[in-house]
């Protein structure tokens, strides 16, 4: 059976940057039938970590106040080097209005976007589960104008043709490689195991750790609500060798740089199964657009884990899209004018996400080095430990891109000014 949709929007995926860019449209009255293809949005994420700008969109956009004790504010930011402490940040000096990272379980997220679509814009919002893409429509043969997309389900085809679609499908994206567009893959140097702990009695549960010794490096994120994601590193395509070691290999390493956790991770990591695996590289997307389609989110620029940026550049793409595809319809919405709309959407991005995507790699080769590189690297920590305005400068390129100095809000809730 085929069932036919129509709508002036189809967005392939329904993550933050999917999800968020849907409500937009429909609040705005533009038809949008969003494909998304799991089923539910209780499965397993990575990208938890919101950065304060994100916080702030959330909160105006009138989603925050849908998650009510379903995240935690993170205070503090420390980073630890060969057992001495060269960095501390504590996000409660930084003069913005919201000036904390959260961890949100991406789940409830999820549903608090796809809840609000469905409740407050029903006319306007459509969400399609378990439908996988398999083919762009396209006008004039192969060649021509993105018209929509064909969709696999269990209950057979979906098509949906609309006058843009939107590819927000992930940092492996489907549609990206279905359309076309060229970019290039640039591998970093190392890869990160993911695993999952019982939060440890003597951490505070509102600061983010970095452990660092030698080229070692790991990542220790409180998770809501009494976990810690742990991420370190190994070698590009290190896997198979780690594995070939036995998990004592892997027990020793997380030994190395968080011996606190030695007993939660031997009684927990019984097996490979207990962890996962994400491969780390960064995408460059020349063109984020052609006729009838648009790249958002990780599919226009995959960044690293370093800083949460991935979720945060999802949302703000959502909120700065929006507006100029409805301003498109809103002049007829012809096909030069939706084209125009989503060049200048890559305009206004494109220096945001190379700001952050330079500080992650500035990190990343830090984090690499040792031996006389890391002497420079804990001189230049305790540098800027030494001066809150270096931190704020260092961190606005993650976390400050959009938000001006003012108020401290405290306990951050919906705010009645809407985006």
């Not at 909160?59 to 004790?69: Q, T």
């Not at 980073?79 to 904390?100: C, K, N, Q």
């Not at 006008?139 to 929509?148: L, R």
């Not at 949906?160 to 940092?171: K, M, N, Q």
């Amino acid at each position: 059976m085929t069932t036919e949709l129509s709508a002036q929007v189809c967005v392939v995926g329904g993550g933050p940057a999917g999800l968020t860019l849907a409500v937009e449209l429909a609040r705005r009255s533009v038809s949008v039938v969003v494909l998304e293809q799991s089923g539910h949005f209780n499965r397993s994420f990575r990208g938890e970590s919101v950065s304060p700008d994100s916080v702030w969109l959330l909160d105006r956009l009138g989603v925050l106040g849908r998650l009510d004790g379903a995240y935690r504010q993170m205070h503090r930011m420390e980073i630890v080097d060969s057992g001495s402490t060269v960095l501390r940040a504590d996000f409660r000096r930084f003069p913005y209005p919201h000036p904390y990272p959260v961890e949100l379980a991406q789940p409830a997220l999820l549903s608090a976007l796809a809840d609000l679509g469905q409740e407050d814009h029903p006319d306007h919002f459509t969400l399609v589960r378990r439908a996988t893409a398999t083919r762009l429509l396209r006008a004039d043969g192969e060649d021509g104008p993105v018209t929509g997309v064909v969709a696999r389900t269990p209950e057979g085809e979906v098509t949906v043709r609309a006058a843009l679609t939107v590819a927000a499908d992930g940092r492996f994206s489907k549609v990206r490689e279905m359309s076309g567009l060229p970019y290039t893959k640039l591998p970093l140097e190392r890869d990160v195991v993911w695993l999952k702990l019982p939060f440890p009695a003597e951490w505070d549960d509102r600061t983010y750790r970095i452990r660092i010794r030698g080229d070692q490096h790991g990542l220790f994120i409180p998770t809501h609500p009494d976990s810690v994601r742990v991420g370190f590193n190994i070698p590009k395509g290190g896997l198979k060798e780690l594995r070939s070691e036995g998990l004592p290999a892997l027990y020793e390493r997380l030994d190395r740089l968080a011996p606190e956790l030695a007993g939660s991770v031997r009684a927990e990591i019984r097996s490979w199964s207990d962890t996962s695996m994400l491969d780390i590289f960064t995408t460059l997307v020349p063109r984020w657009s052609m006729p009838g389609l648009v790249l958002t989110g990780d599919a226009a620029h995959t960044l690293t884990p370093i800083l949460g940026q991935g979720v945060n550049h999802a949302i703000i793409d959502a909120v700065t899209l929006a507006p100029l595809v409805r301003d498109a319809f809103a002049a007829g919405g012809s096909e030069a004018a939706l084209l125009s709309a989503c060049q200048e959407f890559q305009r206004t991005r494109e220096e945001s996400v190379a700001r952050s995507r330079g500080l992650q790699l500035r990190q990343e080769r830090l984090f690499s080095l040792h031996g006389a590189g890391g002497v420079a690297r804990r001189s230049l920590y305790r540098v800027v430990d030494r001066s809150q305005r270096l931190k704020e400068r260092v961190l606005a390129g993650a976390y400050f891109q959009l938000q001006k100095p003012g108020p401290h809000v405290v306990e951050a809730q919906p705010a009645a000014t809407r985006v």
